[in-house]
């Protein structure tokens, strides 16, 4: 997809990686930019336009439809996580993880698709992570909620394309936002995780390896038993059994 020209809705760009993609969606010369936010005031850029969004409400995902009606590229980064293992794991935190992370996947690809449609297919980037693939024994359900994303981005992409609308999955390790603010190991910025996804964007990729983590992890999946869980067996075995 071409980005210069584009209009494009960015949800939770008021910080993180949704941020660092809304400004480099403008770097790279796209027209508009909408930030999809629960809190418009949050969203200080001139260079963007405040929109009320609470992707778990389908009532304000419809109206942000129709409010963006001229976009076709819509970023899904909105998304909650935390701590969890898998006897600990929160049900409450789970569902919420789900309702965000996966069915407000759902509601947006539902709502804007023929949005996209109607302004010459487009297409969709959803900021996934490399958990989507290797479940993290500490961030249990998490880890589960950004499978059944990609999962889904997979079905829709196959849909999608019949319209002529692009799906484009982004998987990263850790990312130096408030998210795994408290989490330990080598972790990415949100401006190199945003030039990756755009340049996959840009050339037509379906999805975008940002780190050497994620390039790891998905290259170990045709025998993850052998090559991926034994060492997280082994990095977590102290955590899970304490």
């Given at each position: 997809?071409?980005?210069?020209?584009?209009?494009?809705?960015?949800?939770?760009?008021?910080?993180?990686?949704?941020?660092?993609?809304?400004?480099?969606?403008?770097?790279?010369?796209?027209?508009?930019?909408?930030?999809?936010?629960?809190?418009?005031?949050?969203?200080?850029?001139?260079?963007?336009?405040?929109?009320?969004?609470?992707?778990?409400?389908?009532?304000?995902?419809?109206?942000?439809?129709?409010?963006?009606?001229?976009?076709?590229?819509?970023?899904?980064?909105?998304?909650?996580?935390?701590?969890?293992?898998?006897?600990?794991?929160?049900?409450?935190?789970?569902?919420?993880?789900?309702?965000?992370?996966?069915?407000?996947?759902?509601?947006?690809?539902?709502?804007?698709?023929?949005?996209?449609?109607?302004?010459?297919?487009?297409?969709?980037l959803n900021v996934l992570s490399v958990v989507s693939w290797v479940a993290m024994?500490?961030?249990?359900?998490?880890?589960?909620?950004?499978?059944?994303?990609?999962?889904?981005?997979?079905?829709?992409?196959?849909?999608?394309?019949?319209?002529?609308?692009?799906?484009?999955?982004?998987?990263?390790?850790?990312?130096?936002?408030?998210?795994?603010?408290?989490?330990?190991?080598?972790?990415?910025?949100?401006?190199?995780?945003?030039?990756?996804?755009?340049?996959?964007?840009?050339?037509?990729?379906?999805?975008?390896?940002?780190?050497?983590?994620?390039?790891?992890?998905?290259?170990?999946?045709?025998?993850?038993?052998?090559?991926?869980?034994?060492?997280?067996?082994?990095?977590?075995?102290?955590?899970?059994?304490?």
């Open positions: 997809m071409n980005i210069e020209g584009s209009v494009a809705l960015v949800t939770g760009a008021n910080r993180g990686i949704g941020r660092a993609i809304a400004a480099q969606l403008r770097a790279r010369g796209a027209a508009k930019v909408y930030a999809g936010v629960r809190n418009p005031g949050s969203i200080t850029d001139p260079d963007l336009i405040p929109v009320a969004l609470d992707i778990t409400d389908p009532n304000q995902v419809a109206a942000a439809a129709r409010t963006a009606a001229d976009v076709d590229l819509v970023v899904n980064n909105a998304g909650i996580g935390a701590a969890s293992t898998p006897l600990a794991g929160s049900l409450d935190v789970a569902r919420a993880e789900l309702e965000t992370n996966y069915l407000g996947l759902i509601s947006m690809t539902q709502a804007f698709a023929p949005v996209l449609k109607a302004n010459g297919g487009g297409a969709f024994p500490h961030l249990t359900t998490y880890s589960a909620s950004k499978s059944a994303a990609w999962s889904y981005s997979n079905a829709a992409r196959l849909e999608l394309a019949g319209q002529g609308t692009e799906v484009v999955a982004v998987h990263v390790g850790y990312v130096d936002t408030d998210l795994a603010r408290e989490l330990e190991g080598d972790k990415s910025a949100p401006e190199a995780v945003a030039a990756a996804a755009l340049d996959a964007l840009a050339a037509g990729e379906p999805e975008a390896l940002v780190d050497d983590l994620a390039r790891s992890v998905k290259a170990g999946l045709s025998d993850d038993q052998n090559l991926i869980y034994p060492g997280l067996r082994e990095r977590f075995a102290g955590a899970l059994h304490s």
